[in-house]
Nanobody, 115 residues
Framework: QVQLVESGGGLVQPGGSLRLSCAASGSIFSSYTMTWYRQAPDKQRELIATITRGGGTNYADSVKGRFTISRDNAKNTVYLQMDSLKPEDTAVYYC?????????WGKGTLVTVSS
């Protein structure tokens, strides 16, 4: 069993930055692939960044070059550094952990990009 808690969301102006955190507890964090998703109002949930157990990363085209995913296995935490934010980045951001058998979700944190 893995519990995921996201934090770091809030209101930011266009062009600004935020860093989201996802703290995991309850299992061996380092064995999971970690992914950030987001869901904007009236839209489907979208995969935006993944980091594997070995540290390999992958990004959606919509955030490539602006967002950076990283993990600290000693702190059981995955991060999403978001730079050059745009109004279309406004969404609830969710953390996901999976290991091929189990799949866990956090409750999300709201990011609003607006002037």
């Amino acid at each position: 069993q893995v519990q995921l808690v996201e934090s770091g969301g809030g209101l930011v102006q266009p062009g600004g930055s935020l860093r989201l955190s996802c703290a995991a507890s309850g299992s061996i964090f380092s064995s999971y692939t970690m992914t950030w998703y987001r869901q904007a109002p009236d839209k489907q949930r979208e995969l935006i960044a993944t980091i594997t157990r070995g540290g390999g990363t992958n990004y959606a085209d919509s955030v490539k070059g602006r967002f950076t995913i990283s993990r600290d296995n000693a702190k059981n935490t995955v991060y999403l550094q978001m730079d050059s934010l745009k109004p279309e980045d406004t969404a609830v951001y969710y953390c996901n952990a999976r290991n091929g058998v189990m799949n866990y979700w956090g409750k999300g944190t709201l990011v609003t990009v607006s002037s």
